[in-house]
């Protein structure tokens, strides 16, 4: 931590960084906007009209804050152990595909919460197991693990868009599955809205995310080996072995975030219902500099930007994937810290 | 059977080939970036940002091969900045390529609506012609590749021969090499190694740019939104396939094409398409499983220091 402050004045406090990575971003867009012509006011008002306007835009934006919560504790947890998961899209989708096969083949009368609670073990087994291949294809063969989970996502993504297309295929023929029956589904809290119960199981899930990492002994392994490998193997700590296991857990918390929108936000599968909060995770980790509990709030950050885009485009005449481009900025940015460096050192040369 | 001779009928190889051109680009685009130290996880935006630059360019100029340098020129461009980013600011290399995908999907979306006023497509724009090479065209059989191809088809070839040589031969490769395995060494010996960088980056870009004016403007006369579609990471994963070289890389893409091409022939042999589709990504495993221990990444490979 000393040697870190040494380095790097200014951005060795996340929420620093963090701050002036979304202020430049927002900067950066804002002179894009004008670029082509449109007004960033207008903008980011109607994109802040979009996520608050109203008490149900307020609950549809935080309920798209819940993949990414998921999805950004999937990929803090693997930065804790050293690693760069980006297979989480792919691991979202074998979570989302077991979840909703076991959905789909309970009887009705089965109790709803035990097959809820099946749901969501079956999310994390699925999330787990694309994330343990990751894991042992990394350290059993060496093949480096970002072209592996690239590779697995494609083919997860294919996998499950057959199962959509084939044996799930719903009765009207279209390539989406057949409802989950109501009583099978996350509760919806507010009525017309996509908010359901998911956003309690997230926020378990950020609580417990953080027990595990901070407060128990295979915690403590994982943080060792992803700060320091050799140190942590000349202490005896088993490094393959925890790096497949990490990679297995952040893939069970990319798994859930297929739960929660297969059982709450759309009770069914269809073709590209992730729109990539696999990637967009890894910016809410980095942004949240891998603290759980900040994840809560970068989460909701990209969530406000995903639920306000479609009234920004209708208000400013901009195309909804301005957010993206914001997205893509703060990621430049957040990865970046030396830019703010930079800034600071111009200052004091210009004094 | 006659399914499976069909995969080596003349058709079938010019489907490859053409098939193939944009993976070889984009490979050789990962190849040289790589090679630069710089991990290339954002060739799929290169690619989008290119195949969108080629529309607009040929949009704006009415001509196809206007279009194809103006979406060279965009990729690198947007190379450049990435470069910036990775070597002046040592920004982390695989968050910052994830990132420029995403940058890149956004912008080039943006942009659709901006210049068209539609959202996802653009209107349809003047494509870069094919050419009839005289005399080899009248090759019985043969000269069947020599007629009415792309002429990008045969600069990539080119291209790829071309870096094979610069990489083998030339003072300028070897200095490259010498980057790529020790760059504080190459500095020692006098090589100015960020310039060497920075220039390689802006190839990569072009490279990558060029594959995505193929998608658009060669094979397509639009540009739809994230119409690269994977081709990028499989680039990416052809690269490390063929062990950073720049034959390697190409091979590796004509295999990926093979099996892209199954997929046209299979319409009738009742397997389901996403089989089909995940036939590369699940060869790139299987070879990287079976022989990944052997290729070796270059040394200096996400280290900029």
Known sequence: MLKKKNLRPLADSVVVRSVLSILLALLVASIFILLVGKSPVLAFSSLAK???????????????????????????FAFKSGMLNIGIEGQLHMGALLSIVIALNMPPSAPPFLVILLCILGGIAGGMMWGALTGILKERFKIHE??????????AIQFVSYMINYPLKCKEGLPETEMIPQQFRFLTLVDRTQLSS?????????????????????????RAVGSNPT?????????????????????GLGGLAGTAEVLGTYGKLFDGFSSNVGFTGLAVAVLAGNNPFVVILTGLLFGIMDSGARQMNIRAGLSADMVIVIQGLVIFFVATPQIFNFLKARRREKK | MTDLLNLFSIDNLLLILRLATPLILVALSSTISELAGIISLGTEGLMLIGAFGAVAGSHYTGSGAAGMVIGMASGAVMALLFALLCIHFKSNQTVCGVGLNLFASGVTAVGTLVIWQKEGISEQVTQLGSITIPVLCRIPILGRFFTEQSPIIYLTLLLCVLIWYVLKYTKTGLRFKAISMHPVAARSAGVSVNRYRYVALAVSGALAGMGGGFLSIVQNDVFVKNMVAGRGFLGVAANIFGGWTAFGSAGASFIFAFAQSVRFNMLKANVPDQFVQMLPYAITIIALVLFGKRSKSPEALGKIK
Do not use: D, E, H
């Open chain 1, 50 to 76: 979009g996520a608050f306007g109203n008490g149900r835009a307020v609950a549809n934006t935080i309920n798209k804050a819940v993949p990414l919560i998921f999805t950004g504790l999937a990929a803090a």
């Open chain 1, 146 to 155: 970002v072209i592996v989970a690239i590779l697995l996502n494609y083919i």
């Open chain 1, 198 to 222: 998911n956003v309690f199981m997230a926020l378990a899930a950020v609580v417990i995310a953080y027990l595990l990492i901070n407060k128990t002994i295979l915690g403590y392994k994982i």
């Open chain 1, 231 to 251: 140190a942590a193997a000349a202490g005896g700590i088993g490094v393959s072995g925890i790096a497949i296991l990490s990679m297995a857990l952040s893939g």
